[in-house]
T-cell receptor, first 114, second 112 residues
Framework: KQEVTQIPAALSVPEGENLVLNCSFTDSAIYNLQWFRQDPGKGLTSLLL?????REQTSGRLNASLDKSSGRSTLYIAASQPGDSATYLCAVRGMAYNTDKLIFGTGTRLQVFP | NAGVTQTPKFQVLKTGQSMTLQCAQDMNHEYMSWYRQDPGMGLRLIHY???????DQGEVPNGYNVSRSTTEDFPLRLLSAAPSQTSVYFC???????????FGPGTRLTVL
């Protein structure tokens, strides 16, 4: 059974810092991995989608990497801003019949203070 | 495009009552799904659909029914509400099951 873990569960950093959020998964047979952002009381917003054949994706100050063999992904946020404060979720879609649905981690709650 | 819309935003039910959570998308997506989000447990898949007329169970389907009569709509029915169904419910859609998923704003349900 696919399990997705995100560490740390919470992170508080000063504005301007570069930071890394971690996501690990137990079954490396995946189609893709997706990073989401969730603001309090809101739905999820997709940030980056990495297909299994890709090693990384970039969007603005965000860079996500994928290492399937080790079952790890990182989300790098450059020059963090207070507006980046939110919960960040990763989710993987597996290839096997019983893992081919999106499986979510429990998220990292990020606070960026001025 | 409105994207994925959900109604209602908030709902309070008494144990044993039934209700339908509405979900609609205007992106002509074939793939739609329902998740529930509980503290400390992340999002868990309830039911999903790969197209009109086709539905299947996810990880936690018990107590919920779905149907997909059109591409646009994917309602979730609670048959007899229980306190364990108190949660935030999200509907999502995508072009196919390997594409970016788009989420609605959620419905916060409390069952007393």
């Amino acid at each position: 059974k696919q399990e997705v873990t995100q560490i740390p569960a919470a992170l508080s950093v000063p504005e301007g810092e570069n930071l890394v959020l971690n996501c690990s998964f137990t079954d490396s047979a995946i189609y893709n991995l997706q990073w989401f952002r969730q603001d309090p009381g809101k739905g999820l917003t997709s940030l980056l989608l990495i297909q299994s054949s890709q090693r990384e994706q970039t969007s603005g100050r965000l860079n996500a990497s994928l290492d399937k063999s080790s079952g790890r992904s990182t989300l790098y946020i450059a020059a963090s801003q207070p507006g980046d404060s939110a919960t960040y979720l990763c989710a993987v879609r597996g290839m096997a019949y019983n893992t081919d649905k999106l499986i979510f981690g429990t998220g990292t709650r990020l606070q960026v203070f001025p | 495009n409105a994207g994925v819309t959900q109604t209602p935003k908030f709902q309070v039910l008494k144990t044993g009552q039934s209700m339908t959570l509405q979900c609609a998308q205007d992106m002509n997506h074939e793939y739609m799904s329902w998740y529930r989000q509980d503290p400390g447990m992340g999002l868990r898949l309830i039911h999903y659909s790969v197209g009109a007329g086709i539905t299947d169970q996810g990880e936690v389907p018990n107590g919920y029914n779905v149907s997909r009569s059109t591409t646009e709509d994917f309602p979730l029915r609670l048959l007899s509400a229980a306190p364990s169904q108190t949660s935030v419910y999200f509907c999502a859609s995508s072009y196919d099951d390997t594409d970016t998923q788009y989420f609605g704003p959620g419905t916060r349900l409390t069952v007393l």
